[in-house]
Every structure is written in structure tokens, then in C-alpha cells.
Nanobody, 128 residues
Framework: QVQLVESGGGSVQAGGSLRLSCAVF????????MGWFRQAPGKEREAVAT????????YYGDSVKGRFTISKDNVKNTLYLQMNSLKPEDTAMYYC?????????????????????WGQGTQVTVSS
């Protein structure tokens, strides 16, 4: 089993920055892919960024490219999301996700349905 615990959300003004963290507990060696997803009220959950744990391959959603950076610390078993130049449209609940299956296509990497483990979410609110 794997447990994911997010932290770092909060309220910030447009143009500001936040860093989200996701601590991973349990059978961490089984994880192949991890990612950050977000869901705003009334909208579907969408991919923000994903990373392959066996290397450094990363994928980003089009709306966050150039502003957000996903990274991982294998020693601390922690996934990060550095969010810069935040916009009001980035307001959402952000979820950490992980999966044990390999390989994943580029489409699967950005699909919420391809991830088995999920955290409880952390709220990010960006005001204009």
C-alpha cells in the first residue's frame, strides 16, 4: 500500500508563488509514475504535471508550461510542485497521485484514470 499526503497549499495573489509537497509513505519502491492534478469547482480533474520516478521524464499540462516545475526527492520520498506566476485560473484543489504500472504512453501519463493512489488534496486559491 501507498499513502500520499499533500501540503503547501494556501492563498496567494496573482503573480505569486507556492510550493506544494507530497510525502509518500508505504511501498514506495513500487511507484513508477507520480503526478499533480487539479480540480476546480464544476470542472473535471486535469493533469498539471507528471514525472517518471525511474528517471527525469516530465510532462506538463499546456496551461502551466513555463510556470510550474515538478520534481522529486528520492531520499525524502517527497514530490514537489513549484508554482510561479500564479493566475486566478490556477485556483483549484490540487491532488498528488501515484501509480505502479509501467510503461505509460504520453496520453496515459496525463490521464487521472491511469493513477491508482491519490492524496486528500490541498487547496490553492489565487486572487486577482
Amino acid at each position: 500500500q501507498v499513502q500520499l499526503v499533500e501540503s503547501g497549499g494556501g492563498s496567494v495573489q496573482a503573480g505569486g508563488s507556492l510550493r506544494l509537497s507530497c510525502a509518500v509513505f508505504g511501498y514506495t519502491s513500487s511507484i513508477t509514475y507520480m503526478g499533480w492534478f487539479r480540480q476546480a469547482p464544476g470542472k473535471e480533474r486535469e493533469a498539471v504535471a507528471t514525472i517518471y520516478t525511474g528517471g527525469s521524464d516530465t510532462y506538463y499540462g499546456d496551461s502551466v508550461k513555463g510556470r510550474f516545475t515538478i520534481s522529486k526527492d528520492n531520499v525524502k520520498n517527497t514530490l514537489y510542485l513549484q508554482m510561479n506566476s500564479l493566475k486566478p485560473e490556477d485556483t483549484a484543489m490540487y491532488y498528488c497521485a501515484a501509480d505502479y504500472r509501467f510503461p505509460k504512453s504520453s496520453i496515459q501519463r496525463l490521464s487521472p484514470g491511469s493513477y491508482y493512489y491519490w492524496g486528500q488534496g490541498t487547496q490553492v486559491t489565487v486572487s486577482s
